[in-house]
T-cell receptor, first 112, second 117 residues
Framework: DTAVSQTPKYLVTQMGNDKSIKCEQN?????MYWYKQDSKKFLKIMFS???????INETVPNRFSPKSPDKAHLNLHINSLELGDSAVYFC???????????FGSGTRLTVV | AQKVTQAQTEISVVEKEDVTLDCVYE???????LFWYKQPPSGELVFLIR??????QNEISGRYSWNFQKSTSSFNFTITASQVVDSAVYFC??????????????FGGGTRLMVKP
């Protein structure tokens, strides 16, 4: 049983397209996140949701829109994809800090 | 603002050597949490340890040990008798308890460890 699952694992698409990445966690955690890892391996927070409520929205282009239909799901929709959006996107969840964070296996997005 | 610095971008050792990965952090909060994650070549992020700011006891888990020193704002990670399977990128991360930004993790830039046979 995968604790935090992301789909798809790989996504190759053309510039200008719209795409979505899905994330689901079965840990019962209240908080979910999206992180972006660039080509130099830098990891940076994009969004955080707590019980379906947006609590962190870092400086991310508004082409990126997170959606949380329930506390077990946090999807990421990206409009008008650009070359610079190519990265690995990680979903994560946590239940308070003491439990640590559980990350999904990542989605490698390549925009051509 | 919180910041995590991992000055070593790449370290190369020969199997069975001990290696220490450095992590220095900055925070204004008195309550915070520190983490280490491992990212093997397969790409997933594997949780290794978390430590809260009030617990300065060092921790050992098998070949892994962590040295937390508040006086120098450091949380270093040592692998004893390294093995090829330890080859990965290791990330140190910080989360501030008092922050309005929820449970956000701020990561260091990572240290790529290469263990050669």
């Amino acid at each position: 049983d995968t604790a935090v699952s992301q789909t798809p694992k790989y996504l190759v698409t053309q510039m200008g397209n719209d795409k979505s990445i899905k994330c689901e966690q079965n840990l019962g955690h209240d908080t979910m996140y999206w992180y972006k890892q660039d080509s130099k391996k830098f990891l940076k927070i994009m969004f955080s949701y707590n019980n379906k409520e947006l609590i962190i929205n870092e400086t991310v282009p508004n082409r990126f829109s997170p959606k949380s239909p329930d506390k077990a799901h946090l999807n990421l929709h990206i409009n008008s994809l650009e070359l610079g959006d190519s990265a690995v996107y990680f979903c994560a969840s946590s239940q308070g800090r003491l439990a640590g964070y559980t990350f999904g296996s990542g989605t490698r997005l390549t925009v051509v | 603002a919180q910041k995590v610095t991992q000055a070593q971008t790449e370290i190369s050792v020969v199997e069975k050597e001990d290696v220490t990965l450095d992590c220095v952090y900055e925070t204004r909060d008195t309550t915070y949490y520190l983490f280490w994650y491992k990212q093997p070549p397969s790409g997933e992020l594997v949780f290794l340890i978390r430590r809260n700011s009030f617990d300065e006891q060092n921790e050992i888990s098998g070949r892994y040990s962590w040295n937390f020193q508040k006086s120098t704002s450091s949380f270093n990670f040592t692998i004893t008798a390294s093995q090829v399977v330890d080859s990965a990128v290791y990330f140190c991360a910080l989360s501030e308890a008092d922050s309005n930004a929820g449970n956000m993790l701020t990561f260091g830039g990572g240290t790529r460890l290469m263990v050669k046979p």
